[in-house]
């Protein structure tokens, strides 16, 4: 009976809080809704972070005690207060699909930066009988809410047609948790100095390896004599 009252309740405030206007200068943004700091969710709003935009940053989060940057404000899933924040914030940033009740407005964005990469794992409406008719349901109505996908080739992009009940533009600049791999080398001076000290350690491994290979030889040869 506690999840069926919870959910009527959760849209009850739903209802209330679409009548709430939209601040264009907030941003929410949900890893696995409620997960930790990560995937492409991080990598945005550490940008907006970096960026010092004027806008008002939000983490859906089940755990408080994970480490956030003080920027974000955490709020917990599946709440009232997420429901308010979620229904007056100008743009969404999620990382998976919204599995549970959600009242887009217009002038609200939904940008998904879908957690993986092209691969070999068959997802969404390619994955056939795998899925349940619930997923689809929600599956469908997700992708009929989303602005913007986030895609970083165009095989990834023709994969996205193909499966995920979407025909809305999509990004194809990138993955931003990928952009990492991209980014010019930053060495340190403790960077230098670790690396001598590998390379030290590793020549000195290579050395002793050669002379215990010479001593094993000269051994096995005159044995032979």
Request: contains cysteine; aromatic residues 18%.
């Amino acid at each position: 009976i506690y999840p069926r009252l919870h959910n009527f309740y959760i849209w009850l405030v739903w209802q209330i809080c679409y009548l709430l206007p939209v601040d264009q200068h907030k941003i929410v943004f949900s890893n696995f809704n409620g997960g930790g700091f990560g995937d492409n969710a991080r990598y945005i709003a550490e940008e907006c972070i970096r960026r010092k935009i004027p806008y008002k940053l939000y983490w859906v989060c089940s755990n408080p005690a994970l480490p956030f940057p003080k920027e974000l404000n955490l709020v917990p899933p599946n709440t009232a207060a997420f429901v308010y924040h979620m229904a007056t914030a100008g743009c969404w940033v999620d990382t998976t699909r919204k599995l549970y009740y959600f009242k887009k407005k217009k002038n609200q964005t939904y940008i998904h930066t879908w957690h993986a990469g092209p691969g070999l794992k068959k997802i969404e409406r390619d994955a056939g009988s795998g899925l349940t008719d619930k997923y689809v349901r929600y599956a469908q109505r997700d992708s009929k809410a989303i602005d913007l996908l986030l895609s970083n080739c165009r095989f990834w992009t023709q994969c996205f047609r193909s499966c995920f009940w979407y025909d809305g533009p999509i990004m194809e600049k990138g993955l931003p948790k990928n952009d990492l791999y991209f980014q010019p080398l930053r060495i340190t001076p403790l960077d230098l100095l670790l690396m001598e000290t590998a390379k030290i350690y590793f020549h000195t491994i290579a050395v002793t390896f050669a002379f215990l290979s010479i001593l094993y030889r000269a051994h096995f040869f005159f044995a032979m004599v």
